[in-house]
């Protein structure tokens, strides 16, 4: 019904940039938000980034002023632009989007999952 694909995961230095994205496909009537968790062995998934329909963004603490999610809706894909790179940002990042939609007529509401994509920071 709602896939999502993640791209751009890499292994890096730390100081570097990645820009990952995330493209929703399948039948969709409205993204309300889409977002970026990460998760790594032993610890909890965690939120990195969100963006709404209207723009308002949400950042978790340790990457604010280091990393900028952005949204273009006319592709249903969502970016997250990953500066200053650190060992401690290494883990799976998983595409998070909250979608409507039209099932017999009527809208639901639903979150999908991407498969994740690898950003490894090495030190």
């Known amino acids: 019904q709602v896939q999502l694909v993640e791209s751009g995961g890499d292994l890096v230095q730390p100081g570097d940039s990645l820009r990952l994205s995330c493209a929703a496909s399948?039948?969709?009537?409205?993204?309300?938000?889409m977002g970026w968790y990460r998760q790594v062995p032993g610890n909890q998934r965690e939120l990195v980034a969100s963006?709404?329909?209207?723009?308002?963004?949400n950042y978790a603490d340790s990457v604010k002023g280091r990393f900028a999610i952005s949204r273009d809706n006319a592709k249903n894909t969502v970016y997250l632009q990953m500066n200053s790179l650190k060992p401690e940002d290494t883990a799976v990042y998983h595409c998070n989007a909250v979608v409507t939609t039209l099932r017999f007529g009527r809208p639901r509401q639903n979150a999908y999952w991407g498969q994740g994509t690898q950003v490894t920071v090495s030190s």
């Open positions: 963006i709404t329909s209207v723009g308002t963004t």
């Open positions: 399948g039948s969709i009537f409205s993204i309300a938000s």
